[in-house]
């Protein structure tokens, strides 16, 4: 297809017009400037194009796929004035094969009409480059859409590839990018005098096409044999599939994270309600139980009757062990101290507690401000997940908990010297607790927008780290004052 390699407005059109068309061996067509209809050609055109003179007087080259009509439209829009030249270079698919063919296009005018006259010169072979032809061979076998651009941001070659993206095609070589594509994206062009500059590829530039397609785009330079760049390639993938499965999963995973969101939060609802009961009910009425077996101990004691008020006193221990237990358990549904005096003070609390439990040491260090009553709520619920864990596993002799702010986020770590475990056994074993326990302190905080990570190794402890992001100073020094 036509090819405007460059523009010559110096050249003459007598100086590759002969004056009898009929007497050179150059291949000439003479056209109507205003429809591209041909109105005379020579003998050594008829034998290029494998066409009679009489098939080709009165039509147009996109009739008989010489040309197309895209490429016929945009020739005359651009066409020069009389007495001005374009030079261009094109392949002619002839009854021989494929022919090179310099091509100079002059503007005439006779009798009041403006005419095209195209002079053809094949180009011999000693012209051609085996590189270029190698080169050729590569572009047309590899699947992908490749476009090569010259300095000027001229289409010089595309594949077959290209065709099927439907963007650039072949009867845009020769055209300016900004010609053929006039609405592409600004990065392109930009893109192209960048890597002609560094000599460097650029790779994996995201794109919009039409109609909503995205494309991946690679852009290399060409290099000749001095190591110059003479040319820069321009890589087509077209990932409008992968970006719609990207865009459904992100979609998806968006979905799921505000169900989970709207979960846990109804998991602290829930948590708020059954405190609340606990300590309205079950501890009042085991209060008053409390006060019933103190009159029973005191009736045992003036009855003389010693084996009754051991019996009363075991009774009384139990439940008030049971009462203590059951304000621990409201305690950890609701920790009226988080909301009293703060995440450092609760985690304290709750590290205090677990130690006792233990028979082990416990410590928490650093400090932090106040925050909104979600965010401390998500930092104390993981910290006390992974303090469970801690309970119910580690037989640890030692636990550390540690928390900072940096740069809008709360970083919490929770540590034990116990016995250890190797985290992906456990995570791959369907029916381990400790699994689901790991995976609901993952998952509560991504689903705060923050994320975790658990370091363990049998026999040398666990580190879980978590952080989340946060509001300072406004809704800290709000969240103060209340």
């Keep these: 297809m036509p090819g ?40 050594a ?40 030249s374009q030079h261009q270079q094109r392949e002619f698919d002839t009854p021989g094969g494929r022919v090179l ?26 012209g051609s480059n085996p590189d270029d032809e190698f080169l050729g061979a590569i572009l047309d076998a590899t699947p992908l859409g490749v476009v ?9 070659r595309v594949n077959r590839a290209v065709e099927r993206l439907g963007r650039i095609r ?8 900004e010609d053929a594509a006039p609405d592409a994206d600004p990065r392109v062009p930009a893109t192209i005098r960048e890597v002609f500059e560094s000599r460097r590829s650029v790779i994996a530039m995201e794109l919009p096409g039409r109609d909503g397609d995205v494309y991946l785009v690679s852009l290399f330079p060409v290099r000749n044999r001095t190591g110059g760049v003479d040319r820069v390639g321009c890589m087509f993938l077209d990932v409008t599939d992968r970006v719609a499965a990207q865009r459904a999963l992100a979609e998806s995973e968006q979905r799921r994270r505000a169900i989970l969101g709207s979960m846990l939060q109804a998991e602290e609802v829930e948590r708020s309600r059954i405190a609340t009961e606990l300590h309205d009910d079950t501890v009042q009425v085991m209060a008053a139980a409390l006060l019933a077996l103190d009159r029973v101990a005191l009736v045992a004691a003036r009855s003389a009757a010693p084996d009754l008020a051991n019996a009363v006193s075991v009774a009384r221990a139990t439940l008030e062990e049971a009462t203590e237990r059951t304000r621990r358990l409201m305690f950890e549904l609701r920790p009226a101290l ?28 650093g400090d932090a401000a106040r925050y909104d009553l979600a965010v401390e709520e998500l930092v104390y619920r993981t910290a006390q997940e992974a303090l469970a864990n801690v309970r119910k596993h580690a037989r640890a002799r030692a636990i550390d908990v540690a928390i900072a702010e940096d740069a809008d986020m709360v ?10 475990f190797d985290v992906d056994a456990v995570r791959t074993r369907s029916d381990a607790p400790l699994h689901f326990g790991l995976d609901t302190l993952v998952e509560r905080i991504r689903a705060g927008g923050g994320d ?31």
């Design 45 to 84: 055109f008829c034998a290029l194009v494998g066409k009679t003179r009489d098939e080709l007087l009165g039509t147009t080259a996109a009739e008989h796929g010489i040309s197309n009509q895209e490429r016929l439209d945009w020739l005359i829009s651009h066409f020069p004035e009389r007495g001005r």
């Design 148 to 156: 090569l651009y010259d300095r000027d941001l001229r289409i010089v």
């Design 452 to 482: 975790a990570t658990v370091h363990s190794q049998v026999g040398a402890g666990t580190t879980v780290s978590f952080w989340v992001p946060t509001r300072l100073p406004e809704r800290s020094a709000s969240r103060a004052g209340t």
């Design 338 to 365: 988080l909301q009293d005096q703060g995440l450092v003070r609760a985690l304290h609390v709750l590290v205090s507690q677990v130690a006792r439990e233990l028979g082990a040491t416990g410590e928490v260090t």
């Design 4 to 43: 405007l390699i460059s523009s010559d407005l110096s050249r003459s059109p007598a100086a590759a017009l002969p004056s009898d068309i009929s007497d050179t061996t150059q291949a000439v067509a003479v056209a109507r400037a205003r429809d591209a209809v041909i109105v005379d050609v020579n003998d």
């Design 170 to 177: 072949p009867e845009h070589i020769g055209m300016r990018l």
């Design 101 to 126: 063919t310099n091509l100079d296009m002059h503007c005439v005018e006779l009798g009041g009409e403006r005419l095209m006259v195209a002079v053809m010169t094949p180009v011999s072979d000693g």
């Design 411 to 420: 970083h919490v770590s929770v540590t034990d010297d116990g016995c250890g």
